[in-house]
């Protein structure tokens, strides 16, 4: 037991040196994920409007534009072979910038 105390103390007193991380819960289905909140630029509504690629895979929705940026929409159920509980209209976006200028927007039932 006296261990574990130790352990938590260090724990305690370094914590306050680093900086924790805070996360953001996605659900797709009854699944739920977690995406460093660094990552996430925002979360919008489904778009009205999708410009569908030809011959594209069943995860890649299309594209949108959001505040003149081409966002490639992905959905991420059909990826991780879950199945998603509502329908497109009911769905939510995360913009997720992956530090390079480039964004895409991952499809998820809701948020955590």
């Known amino acids: 037991m006296q261990c574990a105390g130790r352990v ?7 914590s306050s040196d680093r900086l924790m991380d805070t996360y953001s819960t996605l659900f797709c289905g009854e699944a739920e ?10 979360v ?3 778009p009205g409007y999708l410009v569908q690629m030809p011959l594209a ?8 534009n ?6 490639p929409l ?4 059909p990826v991780l072979n879950l199945k998603s509980l509502s ?3 009911n769905k939510k976006v995360a913009i997720i ?16």
């Not at 938590?8 to 370094?14: F, H, K, M, P």
């Open 74 to 77: 992905i959905d991420i159920c």
């Open 33 to 42: 994920f977690a995406i460093n909140v660094r990552e996430v630029q925002e």
């Open 8 to 14: 938590l103390e260090n724990v305690i007193s370094n």
């Open 97 to 112: 910038d992956n530090n390079n200028g480039g964004k895409i927007g991952l499809v998820f039932d809701r948020t955590g």
């Open 57 to 64: 895979p069943d995860y890649l929705l299309g594209f949108f």
């Open 44 to 46: 919008v509504n489904y």
């Open 66 to 71: 959001l505040k003149n940026m081409v966002i």
């Open 87 to 89: 329908d497109y209209r």
